[in-house]
């Protein structure tokens, strides 16, 4: 990548950010102010004009423009070649004896209980950031649409970057979404896009919300970040424990490795699944994300029975090949006791079921 590309590519991105005051970008969302700034304010994790991981990443500085380098200079192997597999599943007329788990690739994760449906951050879009086509999904990981989505009992969004965040997704499922379960702060952006502010709940780490159907929800900390603009850390990022029909799950929305997932293990576990985090992790931001031996060592800090990776086979965000994530993860996942499951795209998974093991990512390339 030529340093005329690279300055235009930051040059459009700067133009994009600075235009949120204008109204413009109505994607861009809006960060909390007035009396919703007020009350975060008063929280003990938000100091300073921004919330704040329980571990300090003070010591890590993120180098922008070397990051960015990094990344517009990788090699082919950070998408497949080929087109990505997937399996069609019938998701309105999907009946669940115990929660089933429907992956969309990246961190899209649909889970239909006996009696309501769970949609944790979807994007349904065929790319993602603020700049359009500026991150393209891999060929055959868009085969899912937002009208192929059952009723939305709950939609579960873990922090407003814009690859879990989506606007034209939540913009198209709006009327369907009977319930938004956000971290503190999040709420602003749905309702700067029109959603009712009563059908919005914000959590802080460690409060739970209760849903139609015996769904109980709770926010836990992660290790990350946020924002849509410039403007950083304006809104809460969490992962989440999930409880229905018996069972126990486990999100952990995006974040590097901490002490928390013992303690989340400890005051939550242990988890029937984890659905975790591997992929798009990179020396440049080595606390925001987890490498795969991370992923396996948080998984066990859980007490997960069963694990499954999400954050990879959708968007290429850094520099690594785009199946180094799960064959990592499945040798470091061996010195551990739980299975590790990774269905393709659109393959319901049951609880209690057997790991789906079949080897679909590693197949030849042209």
Request: net charge positive; hydrophobic share 35%.
């Amino acid at each position: 990548m030529n340093n005329k590309i690279l300055i235009y590519t930051l040059f459009a991105m700067l133009l994009i950010f600075s235009a949120q005051g204008c109204g413009v970008f109505k994607s861009l969302g809006q960060n909390p102010e007035g009396a919703s700034l007020k009350k975060i304010e008063k929280l003990p994790n938000y100091s300073g004009g921004k919330f704040h991981n329980l571990e300090s990443d003070d010591s890590v500085e993120i180098n922008g423009f070397k990051a960015l380098k990094s990344i517009l200079n990788r090699t082919e192997t950070v998408r497949p070649f080929n087109r990505i597999p997937s399996i069609e599943t019938n998701l309105k007329d999907l009946k669940a004896t115990a929660p089933t788990v429907i992956w969309f690739g990246h961190s899209s994760v649909l889970i239909k209980t006996k009696k309501g449906n769970i949609l944790i951050d979807p994007i349904f879009s065929k790319s993602t950031g603020p700049i359009p086509r500026m991150v393209k999904a891999f060929r055959g990981s868009t085969n899912y649409s937002p009208d192929d989505m059952p009723s939305i009992d709950v939609l579960v969004i873990s922090h407003d970057h814009y690859d879990h965040l989506d606007y034209k997704t939540v913009k198209k499922l709006k009327d369907r979404i009977k319930k938004v379960v956000v971290p503190i702060g999040v709420a602003s952006h749905f309702i700067r896009w029109g959603f009712d502010s009563r059908k919005i709940t914000e959590l802080n780490w460690n409060e739970s919300t209760n849903i139609a159907g015996g769904i109980e929800i709770t926010a836990t900390p992660a290790r990350h970040r946020s924002n849509r603009t410039l403007a950083t850390d304006k809104t809460l990022w969490a992962s989440f424990v999930i409880k229905a029909d018996g069972y126990k799950v486990f999100y952990s929305g995006d974040g590097g490795y901490g002490a928390h997932f013992k303690k989340i293990g400890q005051q939550y576990g242990p988890f029937d699944l984890a659905l975790m985090e591997c992929g798009q992790y990179s020396p440049n931001w080595p606390t925001h994300h987890m490498n795969p031996e991370q992923t396996a060592q948080a998984s066990a800090d859980l007490q997960a029975r069963m694990i499954q990776p999400v954050h990879w086979a959708k968007f290429a965000e850094s520099h690594h090949p785009w199946n180094e994530p799960v064959n990592r993860l499945l040798v470091a996942a061996k010195l551990f006791d739980y299975q590790v499951s990774i269905p393709e795209i659109g393959q319901p998974y049951v609880l209690g079921e057997p790991a789906k093991s079949t080897i679909w990512w590693n197949y030849e390339q042209e």
